[in-house]
Each structure stands twice: as C-alpha cells, then as structure tokens.
C-alpha cells in the first residue's frame, strides 16, 4: 500500500472538516435555542470499520480497529487483506501516520492543516467528525430553519460556509456540506444506518465526497466507511503505539 492511502486515510478523518454545497432557500424559521441535536457521550469508543478510498484512478479498500478516549486520543491500526498496513495516533498535539508497508512515518500539527484546508482544525472537531457529532460549536450569528422533516443549521467559519442537516425526529446529523467561499472546493459528509450504541445512536455507515479543484479539472475523492462493530464504555482501552527508528520520517 502506498504513502498515498495513508494520507487518504487521515483524509477520512481530517477533511471531514475541510468544505460544500449550498442549499435552498428557507421556508420556515426556527428558534436556535430550540435545537438541541442529539450527541454521542462516552468515556471510551471502540469499534471495527470497513473503509474504501476511491478516486478517478483506482479503488483502495482497508480494515480499521478505531479506539478513542474522549477528548484525549484516538488510534487506529490498518490491515490490508489480513495484513498490517499501517496505523495513525491522534492526539491534542498532532496526527502521526505509519506506514508499516513503506517504512515510513507522516506527523501533522494541526497548524499546518488548518491552513492547508482553510478551516481550525483541532482534536475536537476530528472525534466530533468521526462520531457524527456537531463538529462547529454554536454561536449566536448561526442560522436555524425547518425545511420539511429536516432542521438545517446554517454556520460559517471565515469563509467556509457549513449546512448540517439535523433530522427533526431523531435529531441526529445525518448530512454536513461544507464549502470554501472563495473557490470550487468542497466537501459533503453523509452519515446513515444509525443504530444503538449505549444509550444513544451512532452512525455505522457514512460516506465522504471532497470535490477539489486543480489545473486538469474539478477532482473527486469519495471515501466510504462501514462499521461492523461499535461500543462505548468506561473499561479502559490501550494505545499501543511505537514508530521503529528504522523508519523515515516524510
């Protein structure tokens, strides 16, 4: 597997805040203060996840085991056909990607990215984007109207505009489109097959369109994602993570 899939890989969690769409008009106003969007709450998250990476040229498909201690860490190792490909460390400092294929390593600061992508990028906003929780906290200039079985919450960051479409029974996020006001970059994240994980409900099937645009055209990158297994609970898990010093840092 090649350096390109991992950074695909944290692309799955990264970009889930990079930009999207605009919608339609509203029809009917409604009070901020009266959306309350349903949150996933847990002191550890684990799961099991199949994940496919496709673009114009190929199509990659990996396993994940993904662990998370809330607002700590999140890990994630990667096997390809039974195989260990790799695996990522997320913390409140920076993300570090292994290779274990290439003998090679990838540390991002959230600083970087946050300018690569044009949007603050932190700890917070990735395990929000990963659990289908809200990843922008709310504010007093966001925009909250009703539009048939949906809640739409209008809300911008700089010049990323950003719609989640909340579902007006359940309250759950089932979309966010984002998008970069100054140019055709975007993003659209779709989160489906919600099922009970603890007391709340997690979304085990989700999909993530990043439209980009370069000098040969508009591009297009879609990574699926599709849990088999989730659950939250207060046991403490394990991080084992090591990078051998074999290993060249790109």
Do not use: H
Request: glycine share 6%; with cysteine.
């Amino acid at each position: 597997m090649n350096k390109s899939l991992w950074f695909l890989a944290v692309t799955l969690i990264v970009l889930a805040t990079g930009c999207s769409k605009k919608v339609t008009a509203p029809t009917v106003s409604t009070p901020k203060t009266t959306l309350n969007i349903e949150e996933i709450d847990f002191d550890y998250f684990q799961g099991k996840a199949r994940m496919i990476l496709r673009d114009a040229n190929k199509e990659r498909e990996v396993k994940a085991t993904i662990r998370v201690r809330k607002d700590s860490v999140i890990w994630m190792q990667f096997n390809v056909i039974g195989i260990q490909g790799g695996k990522a460390l997320i913390n409140k400092d920076s993300i570090t990607i292994v290779s274990t294929v290439d003998k090679e390593y990838y540390v991002f600061d959230y600083a970087e990215l946050s300018k690569r992508f044009n949007f603050n990028i932190n700890y917070g906003v990735i395990q929000s984007a990963m659990l289908g929780n809200p990843i922008i906290a709310r504010s007093g200039s966001d925009q909250a109207v009703q539009e048939s079985s949906m809640y739409l919450l209008k809300q911008q960051v700089g010049t990323i505009n950003v719609v989640n479409y909340v579902n007006a029974a359940s309250m759950k996020i089932e979309k966010v489109e984002l998008k970069e006001g100054n140019s055709s970059n975007s993003l659209i994240v779709n989160y489906s097959n919600f099922q009970p994980v603890g007391d709340k409900v997690f979304p085990y099937n989700g999909t993530i369109n990043l439209f980009y645009k370069t000098l040969s055209g508009l591009l297009n990158t879609t990574i699926i994602f599709e849990y088999n297994k989730a659950e939250v609970g207060t046991r403490e898990l394990k991080f084992p993570f090591n990078i051998p010093k074999r290993y060249e840092r790109r």
